[in-house]
């Protein structure tokens, strides 16, 4: 009977064997695609002054806005997504019940410091900002129709964190049949471990975790 294969590994040597891999099947780039920015906001990347902040990449942030900026001149969605819930934190069902301080998730609140974007994300006029309250950006929100209207094929998936919300779009958006980009760079995650098993997990099941030069040299291209 099959077993499940066991390792010495850590997840981070894991991580380094399968992006080496050269045999890796991917689903690459279509010809449209969008920019979702998950959760740039301050209760995750403002270290200085919340518990619940953290940093994998120190340029996470530039690299964002560079890769916003391609999608943006190609004139296809850039979307930044927020989390934040009513004063009564009951928008946030189950998921707001297992703790209840100051740093809990449900007490993210409208207009909170911790629910604004982080003063580097350079999120502009005519870009889309969405509010969610779940992990998923795709759960009870308007991106798949605004994804539709669009005819977007390619889903490039940013922000935090890569085992919670990221993971949760780039699952969502291969079931809605995206072909779905993880630039290394640009996600984060508060420790080592689920961080890069799930940048293995995404990258053996669900979407292509690339480089941040490799997704800016396939938005150039599209331009040409």
Request: overall charge negative; proline content about 4%; some cysteine.
């Amino acid at each position: 009977m099959p077993v499940m294969e066991t390792s010495n590994l850590t997840a981070r040597q894991y991580w380094e064997q399968v992006k080496a891999n050269p045999n890796r099947a991917k689903f690459g780039f279509g010809a449209r695609p969008a920019i979702v920015n998950i959760d740039v906001q301050r209760a995750y990347t403002d270290m200085a002054a919340f518990k619940t902040a953290y940093e994998t990449d120190p340029r996470q942030i530039e690299h964002i806005n560079a890769l916003s900026a391609q999608v943006r001149a190609l004139g296809l969605p850039v979307v930044w997504t927020y989390v934040a819930y009513l004063e009564s934190g009951e928008d946030a069902g189950t998921w707001g019940t297992r703790t209840n301080t100051p740093d809990s998730l449900q007490n993210i609140k409208h207009g909170s410091e911790r629910a604004q974007f982080d003063p580097r994300a350079d999120v502009q006029a005519g870009d889309i900002v969405m509010h969610k309250r779940m992990a998923s950006p795709f759960f009870e929100t308007n991106l798949w129709s605004l994804l539709t209207f669009h005819k977007i094929d390619t889903l490039i998936i940013t922000g935090g964190s890569t085992s919670g919300c990221v993971r949760a779009c780039v699952i969502d958006s291969l079931s809605r049949g995206y072909r779905s980009i993880v630039p290394e760079e640009c996600v984060a995650d508060k420790h080592e471990i689920p961080h890069f098993a799930n940048l293995s997990d995404i990258m053996l099941k669900y979407g292509d975790v690339e480089s941040v030069d490799h997704v800016a040299a396939q938005l150039q291209a599209l331009r040409a």
